[in-house]
């Protein structure tokens, strides 16, 4: 008898199992029948591909002394009238002993300031911390734009206060190595005694060393007086000769983008306007310019400036570039085109649809397109619910592939 039970109970389990692997299969199954994709916000721009000539209020250092030129400072960097912006080696072997004495004792300095941080509380180690989070978004923002000119100074920006909380937590940092190693650096590089000659900014602005024979093709001054053949023959200038000069003064941080374009886009902006261009050769979007002057129609076309104040040292080095005009921007969540659907709702009235799967059940989603880019559309992230139908969310599941969709249904 006992024996039975047992085998009753050993079946009784074994059907169950068979039951709940054959439940699953077929849900499985039926799964697989769905493609869904997640319905995540987007950016999408118009906007006009031109090609731009910058303009800026530059000035050559004119010395007579030649050899090769070690910058002091880095491009897109503030100076004043008489500053030393760069030093003039005999050879080329020179200038990289000048480059590694500079770097030295630069480096030196800083961990001189690093080894005199004794006073150090617990406040100081909150705003440390802040200070050191900061740095690194800094780093993710860099990363995220592409813009790799402040790499260098971001890295040893957040080396240092790395090396400040370690002082905080351990009370002192042992610096001894490092102190040795540059002095023995510097006093090697200094017994060398190499002949410089340093070249003085001839006035206040912000210091390039590369010269491209672009400097004068365009008065600064006469922006608003430009014309669509004058930036036209811009770009197809032959640069003038540039040897002998060792580098050069930017008086303005203000700076240009001319470029021509059909008439008919003139009508979409006035002078005064704020405007977004993106540079994609360097990976840079929605940087904010505004339009500083509109030339008269010649030919279908007319000429525009636009003004920027953004600078470093990819901005300085700037001259002829491709860029995007932002005309206008949707945000919103985006969508796979083969997933909506027109229905009907309670007023007879035709509305876009999407299904989603929330587990094992479809729901019906209520959209309002706001960009079609063909294979997808934006959709508002604003549509209310209304006659019976939800509006989508983010992250909802949207089937883009299965058959017989029903509001409520079940694909198990």
Request: hydrophobic share 35%.
């Amino acid at each position: 008898m006992k024996k039975r039970t047992w085998i009753n109970i050993i079946c009784t389990v074994l059907v169950v199992a068979a039951f709940v692997y054959l439940f699953h299969d077929a849900v499985r199954v039926n799964r697989d029948l769905y493609d869904t994709e997640t319905a995540d916000e987007a950016v999408e721009q118009e906007k006009l591909d031109l090609k731009a000539f910058i303009v800026r209020d530059e000035e050559y250092i004119n010395e007579k002394t030649t050899g090769t030129v070690v910058p002091l400072i880095r491009d897109g960097m503030r100076v004043a009238s008489g500053d030393a912006v760069a030093r003039v080696c005999n050879s080329a072997e020179d200038a990289a002993d000048m480059s590694a004495l500079i770097e030295a004792k630069e480096s030196l300095e800083r961990y001189q300031e690093l080894s005199e941080q004794t006073e150090l509380n617990a406040l100081d180690m909150e705003k440390l911390n802040k200070s050191i989070d900061a740095c690194y978004t800094e780093l993710l923002k860099t990363a995220a734009t592409g813009d790799f000119s402040e790499l260098d100074n971001n890295i040893e920006e957040m080396e240092n206060k790395l090396a400040s909380k370690q002082i905080l937590k351990d009370g002192t940092i042992n610096l001894t190595e490092k102190f040795n190693k540059l002095n023995s650096q510097i006093q090697a590089l200094e017994a060398k005694k190499i002949n410089t000659a340093d070249v003085a900014a001839p006035l206040s602005g912000y210091y390039i060393s590369n010269l491209d024979g672009y400097e004068g093709a365009m008065d600064y001054d006469k922006i608003s007086e430009l014309t669509v053949g004058e930036v036209e023959k811009l770009f197809e200038k032959e640069p003038a000769d540039v040897s002998g000069r060792m580098g050069k003064i930017v008086g303005s941080y203000k700076w240009y983008l001319v470029t021509t374009l059909e008439s008919k886009y003139a009508l979409l902006m006035d002078i005064g306007d704020s405007m977004k261009i993106n540079m994609p050769y360097y990976g840079f979007r929605d940087v904010t310019v505004k339009v500083e002057s509109i030339s008269p129609e010649q030919n279908g076309k007319v000429a525009v400036a636009f003004s920027c104040d953004m600078m470093n040292e990819t901005y300085a080095n700037m001259r002829i570039e491709d860029i995007e005009l932002v005309f206008k921007e949707y945000t919103g969540y985006k969508i796979n085109s083969s997933s909506i659907r027109r229905e009907k709702d309670s007023k007879g009235n035709e509305i876009d649809v999407v299904y989603i799967l929330r587990g094992d059940i479809m729901n019906v989603r209520k959209i309002e397109i706001i960009y079609d880019a063909g294979d997808y559309v934006l959709v508002s992230e604003e549509t209310e619910a209304s006659n019976g139908y939800r509006p989508i969310k983010r992250y909802d599941e949207v089937i883009v592939k299965g058959r017989n969709l029903s509001d409520g249904k079940s694909i198990s």
